[in-house]
């Protein structure tokens, strides 16, 4: 499977999530700059955390006016999986391509932790290889982490079953129901603010982490399959 | 000549009397105001390094893993595999303090630049930290607002950056108060045939000005971070500068694209005093001579004068020479970036920066005269001076209670307690290479392309350096490789800070070069060469100076592969072994020595006597002994024995994610309170599987080291006998929750 990893000026962690993905998972990574007008034909595409253009304004405000993020969206829309980690969550809800929105944390500072996440829904092309209620140890590092929507989007998004993940445990920002990571109404995009690609390597710690990577391997092979049958 | 500059206004730019008639000699005039701006910040203590030149000298520098030592912008080592390490330390002091947010920001920002201008890409920072109490009752607020500003700050500019905070360390003391600490260390990895120097090269070449354009920031911060602070210090925001890590980003990737295209020859990054030690500087290390025309330079503010541009401190600028022909090639790789990026003037033979502005030459002095014929001074020193007492308080024989009150005392004590309030705001993850995070006795991280690990520690101790320099300085080399040692790394080079108050008082001098010689003693003795490092001088508040406050980073390697053991107890039914045993360095006047432990400081509430005493062969022994345990997979856990003695360590041993207990009895014929929390160097607990207990024992006789079995990890309580006397048993949980929620508590208080 081909990921596309998309560099905006002030990404940091494009290149975990291509070592990650080429080292840890054998995927082939291409790696697509800002300014790109097409995808270099891949399958599926990673938003990486970090300060897109120096995250002035608001987080992921300015991303979205980037011609990449453009052919991202017309990617997503015919239904193409884009998976927003951090930063780039904060980047899917400024395009809109995911509701809700993310706030400075509750108390204010930035937190690097590992946390426990339960998958809150295994249908989709993102959390079909979690095992149910088995929490997933993946880190968080983010001042800006803080899951906010009106009452109405949440329970359309619980009603939906378009919540991911959830935080087990404490809450670490104080995220509106514990809400980790959400889907979008065609369950292609997820949007999530702990860092799967930090957590696909023994060495680090946790291996946890590529459950979400798998899920998107195995879906793309189904879909082959299909096609080919 | 202008009548613009005379002896007062050179002494308004601090310079003496002396080095004004010594400028005005060696150039046959008076200066311009430029030139005498120039002079001024090139002569500066911070920038000529002119009281303390002489003493480094006695430090070693060399080693067969050496590329690059001092001289440079960062040392550089080999860490095998045609692979190299570039790392320094330097401080921020003095903006921290005027300004605590923008000054540490702006260190982290400094030292980083130092990495990537020799090619390597940064991949980890750690930071030494020293505050005034966050509790006390009269100077408390103003120092919970200084620590919070410096963390945020660091967190900020490292965060963004993308650049991993791992590891570092924080200490507490009055004197800190009105002059914090922040000394930055970084390191970056790159190949070994793809280091670039400092240094201009080639008549004719093209000089090019890279980065931020150039504001009415940071102008003459060099000097102030050269003299004490007066009532006025306020006065002096405005010379700090103010970082924007997201430029810096661009630029960092920016350059390391640029270098991979074979056209730049040179490369410096502007750091104190700008244009001026850039163009200075790197001219000065390639015997040419650099023109520049400043109309050329670009800028942020209207109408700024040859004098503030050439000594604007603006952050996230650099200073290149390319080659001659090429120069499209960086603009190229700069303009996909969106930096600025622009020809300012070219490489001359003539050995002279010359400055223009407007066509017209402002400033024309040598480089050599600038940097080699900087003042160099010999200031007189006394001894240094005793502070505190020889003899201490006569102290009772404790009871159980009294010491488990000891030991939480402690744990709550702003030096001891959990640092998580400090570490959890710094993003120590990013690009996936740290094996051993912030919270234990040394960082760990992989470097994936070579196949090893790179291990950092850094430690000072001012309270021993303030009883006594030079031994202070060799206890600070000797944790520093024992906390290496405790992960399996062997130490190979080390970089240095040297902190202290102003050198033109005689006993400040003399607790200078006392540090200076122990430390390079101690590396002599563990082989850890100095690449380079910083000294800050003048950390002194309305003449209240700090006590000597010398940090070391050393590094070490690792090879990959070396089992994980943290420095907590990870299963219960584990042998504890205390290598070094309980008092080595022998009992010899350990009432006095027992004066410099942070049990006397935050228990009895006072310091005296002197530091602990230190046998370097034994303690290279030891170090050997744990480096071996820990390489054969030999140890569950291995924690350096510090500062609170053993009844600390042993208490943090237990404050794992498991919180594993443990019953201990320690063999000592010393009183319980001595044995427990005397700080005697030379000591590592480890946790071992009993089945392994006979080849630990076997490699520490080996090697002659005393590594007496003490007990057995388990249970809910740490249970703490001396000689088979019980001292106290506490639940795990309830000492954990001390330690943990100690320091936020003490720092968030409004």
Known sequence: MKFGVVIFPGSNCDHDAHYALSRNLGQQVAEIWHESENLQGVDAVFLPGGFSYGDYLRCGALARFSPVVRCVREFALAGGPVLGVCNGFQILCETGLLEGALVRNQGLRFICRSVEVLPATADSVFTAACEPRRPLRIPIAHGEGRYVADKATLDRLEASDRVAFRYRGENPNGSARGIAGVLNEGRNVLGMMPHPERACDAALGSTDGTAVFRSMIAAWEDARASHAA | ?750
């Open chain 2, 1 to 750: 000549m202008r009548p613009e500059v005379s002896e007062e206004v050179a002494l308004e730019h601090g310079l003496t009397a002396g080095e004004y008639l010594s400028v005005t000699q060696r150039l046959g005039r008076v200066p311009t105001l430029t030139e005498l701006g120039i002079v001024s910040v090139m002569w500066s203590e911070h920038c000529s390094y002119k009281s303390s030149r002489l003493h480094l000298k006695k430090l070693p520098t060399s080693g067969e893993r050496i590329l690059v030592g001092p001289g440079e912008n960062a040392g550089i080592v080999d860490i095998g595999g045609g692979w190299a390490a570039a790392f320094k330390i330097e401080s921020h002091n003095h903006p921290s303090y005027i300004e605590p947010f923008q000054g540490a920001a702006t260190g982290v920002g400094g030292i980083l630049r130092d990495i990537f201008t020799m090619g390597a890409r940064p991949v980890a920072v750690l930071d030494a930290l020293r505050f005034g109490p966050p509790d006390d009752p009269e100077t408390g607020p103003a120092n919970r607002r200084i620590i919070r500003g410096v963390v945020e700050g660091i967190a900020h500019y490292g965060n963004c950056i993308g650049v991993p905070t791992v590891g570092g360390e924080c200490a507490f003391a009055p004197c800190f108060s009105a002059n914090p600490l922040v000394n930055v260390f970084a390191l970056g990895v790159f190949r070994q045939d793809s280091i670039f120097l400092g240094a201009a090269q080639g008549v004719g070449n093209p000089v090019i000005y890279v980065g931020a354009k150039t504001g009415r920031d940071g102008i003459k911060g060099a000097s102030m971070a050269s003299a004490e602070f007066d009532e006025d210090s306020d006065a002096k925001r405005p010379n700090v500068q103010v970082g924007d890590p997201f430029l810096e980003k661009l630029l960092l990737e920016a350059c390391l694209e640029a270098m991979r295209t074979g056209a730049i020859l040179g490369i410096q990054d502007m750091g104190a005093a700008g244009l001026t030690c850039s163009t200075a500087e790197m001219g000065g290390r390639g015997g040419v001579g650099i023109e520049i025309e400043l109309d050329r330079v670009p800028q942020r503010d209207a109408g700024m004068t040859p004098y503030e541009i050439m000594l604007s401190e603006s952050q996230e600028r650099m200073l290149l020479v390319a080659e001659r022909g090429r120069e499209s090639e960086v603009f190229e790789v700069f303009r996909k970036w969106g930096l600025d990026a622009v020809e300012i003037g070219a490489v001359t033979p003539d050995g002279l920066l010359r400055v223009k502005h407007h066509g017209r030459v402002v400033a024309e002095l040598g480089n050599a005269f600038l940097s080699d014929d900087a003042p160099l001074y010999d200031r007189p020193r006394t001894t240094p001076r005793r502070t505190a007492p020889l003899q201490g308080p006569e102290l009772p024989g404790a009871t159980g209670p009294e010491l488990l009150a000891g030991l939480e005392t402690l744990l709550a004590s702003p030096d001891l307690s959990s640092k998580r309030w400090i570490w959890e705001q710094y993003d120590y993850q990013v690009r996936t290479n740290t094996t051993a995070g912030p919270g234990g006795d040394a960082a760990v991280i992989r470097v994936k392309e070579a196949g090893v690990s790179l291990a950092m520690s850094l430690d000072g101790n001012a309270r021993y350096c303030a009883l006594d320099p030079r031994q202070g300085a060799w206890l600070s080399v000797a944790e520093c490789c024992r906390n290496l040692s405790t992960v399996g790394a062997q130490p190979i080079a080390a970089t240095n800070n040297l902190n202290f108050g102003n050198p033109e008082k005689p006993e400040i001098m003399a607790q200078l070069v006392e540090a200076i010689e122990g430390m390079g003693e101690a590396c002599r003795h563990f082989a850890t060469p100095i690449t380079g490092g910083n000294v800050s001088l003048y950390n002194e508040t309305l003449g209240q100076g700090i006590d000597p406050a010398p940090v070391m980073g050393i590094v070490g390697l690792q090879d990959n592969g070396v089992p994980p053991a943290g420095p907590c107890f990870a299963t219960a039914g584990d042998a504890i072994v205390l290598v070094g045993g309980v008092l080595p360095g022998g009992t010899d006047s350990l009432d006095r020595r027992f004066g410099s432990s942070q049990y006397a400081a935050s228990v009895v509430g006072q310091t005296w006597g002197l530091p602990p005493a230190l046998d370097p062969d034994y303690e290279a022994a030891v170090q050997e002994t744990v480096r071996r345990i820990v390489r054969r997979g030999l140890a569950r856990s291995a924690h350096d024995v510090g500062s609170g003695g053993l009844a600390v360590a042993l208490a943090e041993c237990c404050f794992g994610p498991q919180r594993v207990g443990a019953t201990v009895d320690l063999p000592s014929d010393w009183p319980a309170r001595q044995a427990l929390f005397h700080e005697a160097p030379s000591r590592v607990l480890l946790s071992v599987d009993r089945s392994d207990l006979r080849e630990v024992a076997l490699v520490a006789s080996g090697l002659g080291v005393d590594a007496p079995s003490v007990g057995e990890t388990g249970g809910a309580d740490l249970a703490v006998r001396v000689s088979g006397e019980a001292c106290f048993a506490a639940p795990v949980d309830e000492l954990h929750a001390i330690w943990d929620s100690a320091f936020e508590r003490q720092v968030e208080r409004p």
